[in-house]
Antibody
Framework: QVQLVQSGAEVEKPGASVKVSCKAS????????LHWVRQAPGQGLEWMGI????????TYAPKFQGRVTMTRDTSTSTLYMELSSLRSEDTAMYYC???????????WGQGTLVTVSS | QSALTQPPSASGSPGQSVTISCTGT?????????VSWYQQHPGKAPKLMIY???KRPSGVPDRFSGSKSGNTASLTVSGLQAEDEADYYC??????????FGGGTKLTVL
């Protein structure tokens, strides 16, 4: 079965960077694009970007351009998302999610809570 | 690019139908038939309910249906059940800027 297992919760100070991982299993890693979506406490979903695991080519949401980096390691079927220059507004649950190839998301990771606090 | 516009709340009694709207622009909802809807229960990851405007994934009850007219998409839940109480989010492909989500609608079953 398809599984996306994310790394554990992180606490970071303002100005620092955080790197979240997402290990995929149950399917061919390079066959499906992967999204990152975040959700601040009590707020809605926010799309951050998508990466093609075959080419490692990412597309970032304009809001995060210059601050986010999405990478992957095909040898371990793992996706990474690094967000820099953290501020309190970046406190959120971060999800990795598989693109179904039907222009939607069919599987989600369990989420990684990132807390930015001094 | 702003998020898609959804009403913050909707409600209905068991057995009734409720429709949630999702308004965008000609650059997203109106420009592509790539609107999807997600259900999210508290503390859980979202679940895909509708894709490509009106298609249902395997396992999603046919009480859930989707449609689109112009720049507005809609999700209708018929025969409301207690377990339908959740947050619902629409999403649309938006071309070069990627994907957009709506602000979410909290559905209450009275």
């Amino acid at each position: 079965q398809v599984q996306l297992v994310q790394s554990g919760a992180e606490v970071e100070k303002p100005g620092a960077s955080v790197k979240v991982s997402c290990k995929a299993s149950g399917y061919t890693f390079t066959s499906y694009n992967l999204h990152w979506v975040r959700q601040a406490p009590g707020q809605g979903l926010e799309w951050m970007g998508i990466i093609d695991p075959r080419s490692a080519s990412p597309t970032y949401a304009p809001k995060f351009q210059g601050r986010v980096t999405m990478t992957r390691d095909t040898s371990t079927s793992t996706l990474y998302m690094e967000l820099s220059s953290l501020r309190s507004e970046d406190t959120a649950m971060y999800y990795c999610a598989r693109d179904s190839s039907d222009w939607c998301i069919d599987y989600w990771g369990q989420g990684t809570l990132v807390t930015v606090s001094s | 690019q702003s998020a898609l516009t959804q009403p913050p709340s909707a409600s209905g009694s068991p057995g009734q139908s409720v429709t949630i709207s999702c308004t965008g622009t000609s650059s997203d909802v109106g420009g592509y038939n790539y609107v999807s809807w997600y259900q999210q229960h508290p503390g859980k990851a979202p679940k895909l309910m509708i894709y490509e405007v009106s298609k249902r994934p395997s396992g999603v009850p046919d009480r859930f249906s989707g449609s689109k007219s112009g720049n507005t998409a809609s999700l209708t839940v018929s025969g409301l059940q207690a377990e339908d109480e959740a947050d619902y989010y629409c999403s649309s492909y938006a071309g070069s800027i990627g994907w957009l989500f709506g602000g979410g609608t909290k559905l209450t079953v009275l």
